[in-house]
Nanobody
Framework: VQLQASGGGLVQAGDSLRLSCTDSGRTFRSSIWGWFRRAPGKEREFVGSIAWTQSNTDYSDSVKGRFAISRDIAKTTVWLQMNNLKPEDTAIYYC?????????????????WGQGTQVTVSS
């Protein structure tokens, strides 16, 4: 499995970005995909998740209403649409797949991880 995350960049507060995560190994049979982020000096934080088959999504309170996760089965790609970005959204964003467990927000439940993409939001 190789997860490739991309789409990060430097934007201003209020702008939008769309991150993508592609599974080059085409193991999209994984049921749950997740997005996490790590801000400077902080621990990795859950952003949201999507169920591959049903497309059900879940989000952290800090991004709910601003971020949206979607997926394309044919392209084995998951997107993280980020709107109304804030400086506190600045972080390295990671995608993850092949979840097992009960709590989608726990990073330890994901087996495969992308390399991360930097998102910087200036005020």
């Amino acid at each position: 499995v190789q997860l490739q995350a991309s789409g990060g960049g430097l934007v201003q507060a209020g702008d939008s970005l769309r991150l993508s995560c592609t599974d080059s190994g085409r193991t999209f049979r994984s049921s749950i995909w997740g997005w996490f982020r790590r801000a400077p000096g902080k621990e990795r934080e859950f952003v949201g998740s999507i169920a591959w088959t049903q497309s059900n999504t879940d989000y952290s309170d800090s991004v709910k209403g601003r971020f949206a996760i979607s997926r394309d089965i044919a392209k084995t790609t998951v997107w993280l649409q980020m709107n109304n970005l804030k400086p506190e959204d600045t972080a390295i964003y990671y995608c993850a797949s092949n979840f097992s467990g009960d709590d989608f927000s726990r990073s330890s439940g994901y087996r495969y991880w992308g390399q991360g993409t930097q998102v910087t939001v200036s005020s």
